[in-house]
């Protein structure tokens, strides 16, 4: 699998997601980069729902961390990543998201399957795309029974998606089963790209009224929503409330205690026969991207491990902890490991009020040092 498409724009840590920081345009290009790229990607539209079921289910966490690309689709996650010091540019919707994909398929020839959502949802969406865009190219529809994933005919749905060989699969199950769906099936199926995008389709179909751009832009949509479906997303919208008012505050009170940036990060990079040591001075923030992407780069191409040396790291920001997760995914998607070392009880707090403790291992390669041996400095820059 091919690692660049985020490496010129890495994502920015928002409570343990990796946000893209795209635009809808943006969002598109880079989709459009990675079905000419090769391999096999998973885009996720991720709103507060998401986060917060991440918050107990790490299997869906570590999904979302491996996402090459994970958009915030709400607007609580942009308003988050400003008080983090990192604003997102925009909110990008998966109902946004899908007509703009659609023109993309009808202006490049990329083949679209539909696969969830209710029962004649998705033919619906067909003959309503190739209205509104003609040329669109859509190659399969299938809604399958509803069933939990473990019960899901997943040979049927698998032989469909196979036969139809599309670039582009939009996945409506919802999450967590969408995204878990995608994980547990992308690479037997070789899609380009599978997008989960909920119920996106419902409201491109009127199925559900969207609320005005004016309410939109505020980040009121939730209201509009909430009065269609007070029974089903009353009770969610309650828990993500209080999820978020529980656990933001000690993000950012995290955050702020770490002080003001102070030092200019320097880094020393060393070697072991079976790993490689990012040794980090200072700053964790978006200066060290180069160093970073580099590091892993490398580690993916010689097929070593990575260990993050962060005894020296005074303070992480958003952008630097963005930089750990898309360094993470590199060497996931390669079969490696990347894991950090040194930390100070101070930042392993704000690594647990961040949600981002268990993604990584900590460790220290120099524990087994016979078996190891003697790092040796390769790529140095001081201050």
Not at 135 to 146: H, K, L, T
Not at 339 to 348: F, H, I, V, W, Y
């Amino acid at each position: 699998m091919s690692n660049h498409v985020n490496n010129s724009n890495p994502p920015v840590s928002v409570l343990g997601l990796p946000l893209s920081r795209v635009t809808l345009d943006g969002a598109v290009e880079q989709i459009d980069s990675m079905l000419q790229d090769g391999g096999v990607h998973q885009v996720a539209t991720a709103n507060l729902d998401f986060w917060l079921n991440s918050t107990s289910d790490e299997h869906l966490h570590r999904i979302l961390a491996g996402c090459d690309m994970v958009v915030a689709d709400g607007m609580p996650l942009v308003w988050a990543s400003k008080m983090l010091g990192e604003p997102l540019p925009e909110r990008v919707t998966g109902v946004d998201l899908v007509p703009r994909l659609m023109q993309l398929s009808a202006r490049k020839g990329y083949k679209v399957f539909l696969l969830g959502g209710a029962e004649g949802v998705g033919e619906r969406a067909k003959e309503l795309f190739e209205r509104w865009y003609p040329g669109v190219q859509i190659c399969g529809v299938y809604a399958p029974p509803a069933a939990e994933l473990n019960q899901m005919d997943h040979g049927e749905i698998l032989a469909r998606v196979a036969a139809a060989k599309p670039d582009l699969l939009l996945v409506s199950m919802g999450n967590p089963k969408q995204e878990k769906w995608i994980w547990m099936h992308k690479k037997r199926l070789g899609v380009p790209v599978s997008v989960g995008i909920g119920g996106s389709l419902d409201m491109l179909l009127g199925d559900l009224n969207r609320a005005p751009r004016w309410m939109q832009r505020i980040g009121m949509e939730w209201l509009m929503r909430l009065a269609q479906e007070p029974r089903r997303l009353g009770p969610r919208y309650l828990r993500d409330f209080i999820g978020l008012t529980s656990r933001l505050p000690i993000a950012l009170v995290a955050s702020m205690m770490q002080g003001k940036k102070v030092t200019t990060p320097s880094f020393q990079l060393k070697e072991s026969p079976e790993a490689l040591h990012l040794h980090i001075d200072g700053d964790l923030d978006a200066t060290l991207a180069d160093v970073i992407q580099s590091a892993a780069k490398r580690a993916v191409t010689e097929g070593r491990m990575l260990y993050l040396q962060m005894e020296k790291v005074q303070r992480i920001t958003a952008a630097g902890a963005g930089l750990m997760l898309d360094c993470r995914r590199q060497l996931f998607n390669a079969g490696l490991v990347v894991c950090t070392a040194g930390m100070s009880l101070r930042l392993k707090l704000l690594m647990h009020h961040w949600c981002l403790s268990p993604l990584f291992n900590e460790y220290s390669p120099y524990r087994n040092f016979a078996k190891h041996g003697a790092a040796k400095p390769v790529l140095s820059a001081t201050k």
